[in-house]
RNA sequence: GGCGGCAUAGCCAAGUGGUAAGGCAGAGGUCUGCAAAACCUCCACCCCCAGUUCGAGUCUGGGUGCCGCCUCCA
């Protein structure tokens, strides 16, 4: 498999340091608000790539942070003079339904920052001694002049970078020997949680962090280090700065990116306050799948635009995935399927299926390529397309074109890959027509028959539409003989 | 100002040298009292200009437009 190192900007073989064994850092939020749309496009491309190296045989350990201690959250926590660990503690919760409910695979660990304090007070004394970072005020700062390859990841250099810095003025600067070093622990103010130092009273810095937990959870180097294109810089190259000054080992073989959700072609984020909770929309009625299906595609690195026209469009396509996905379900019966009351029918971890079909072959040479997603997706959707021709073939003519066997096969291929992708189908909620029994509906179906017999359209018509509102569709075929389904 | 990305049908989106995947939307047909459902069929020469090549969305150079990062941000 391939994929896309910002390290080096070009698309690279896959080998992880250790064989068989994958291990994965993704950046993880900073939780003082209700996750956007962008940040589930983030979380669905990492938990894809996890699913994706889970299927090809790989073990996987993925880890992702809680930012839970920061300007923002002190901020929150004053304007609702409600304590910060409330605050982290309740949208910490908040994510985690959110990610559920988008079928996004619980992380191994979560660990916090407030958890590691003391680990990264030992870190940042290490790089103290070790010439990387120093005292100031109360603060410290990683001096990024004595990091030679500071830049490497983002593909900047210092000179070129110190003439947009230096118009910049904030109360830190005075405090910095260099207007890009920046805070591994800052001292604390009147009112603001704190922890013990050998510099005073204070917290993390953010970046710290993340270096710190990467070692805790994975250790000194790692295959995969994940997270949007606005990490690359700084946070993404001030981790390399600490882990690699301290360590003297590469912090991660592959620095993966994701590109942005926009709205009206720009990036959508909470400081432009143009942003979707992920609650909101789901919230508002659509299959969380459709999300995952909307982001699924485009590739991750590209960014994509969030509009209503394209959520419909998922919507809809969302719909034919879903039928096909069913298929089993819904026409095993009808097939002679003979399993169908076993509890893992249709469960996809219980399914054997050929390898070697032209549609897994395709759908791994997509994702092997970066994970191209738009072109495994549209594998499943030629699945998906023909399955719901061959049901509707059973439904209308009573049979199928295809072998029940192949048709099985093709079904199972199907949600095996829908799977590998995350996209899941409820099964079809049966309350829409439960309060109508056939007997009541044949009645009408009788009654209708005898108004058209009559030539009285209008009657037959409102019959009809009566019974479309209760999800029961009218097929009228040659002969006078109408058949009804429930949809 | 520095660095980087993108530009393919009405919309979304693959495709990186050999005559354009897939999704959404749409059109025509069969059927039908009209519909619905279903089935069949159709729907792009790839931002502009100049090159390289037998052959270029696909490579090179130039242009235009849009976006991102350089400050917290997935």
Redesign the pocket.
Known sequence: MHLFNTLT?HVEPFEPLEPGVVKMYA?G??VYDYSHV??A??YIAWDTLRRYLLWRGYRVKYVQNFTDIDD?IIRRSHQENVPWNVITETYIQAYLDDMDRLNIRRADVYPKATEVVPQIVQFIQSLIDRGYAYESGGDVYYAVEKFPTYGKL???KLD??E???SG?VDEEAVKKHHP?D?ALWKAAKPGEPEWESPWGQGRPG?HIECSVMVREELGDSIDIHT?????????HENEIAQSEAALAKPLSRFWLH?G???IS???????LGNFTTIRQMLESGFDPMVLRLFVL???YR????FTD??I??AQ??WD?LRDGLRFGQKHGKALGYTDIENASFGDPAAMRISTDSDAVLRFQAAMD?DL?T??A??VL??LA?EL??EG??LT?DGKTLAEPGTLREQWQTLVVLAEVLGLTAQPAAEAATAGLRDADIEALVQQRAEA?KAKN?AE??RI?DELKAQGI????K?GGITEWIRS
Do not use: Y
């Open positions: 900007r950046c939020v900073t962008g940040h496009r983030n923002k983002s593909g900047r070129q970078m003439a947009g810095a910049r890009l920046f953010w997270g949007g294109q606005d990490l690359i810089f700084p946070h994701n942005f959700v926009n072609g720009e990036k959508m984020s909470k400081s595609q485009a590739q590209k960014p994509i635009d026209e394209a419909a469009s809809n396509a034919t390529d191209n738009p072109v997706l549209s959707f030629e397309k719901q021709k509707n073939r209308h058209k359209w037959g018509d009809r569709t009218l097929i009228d040659p």
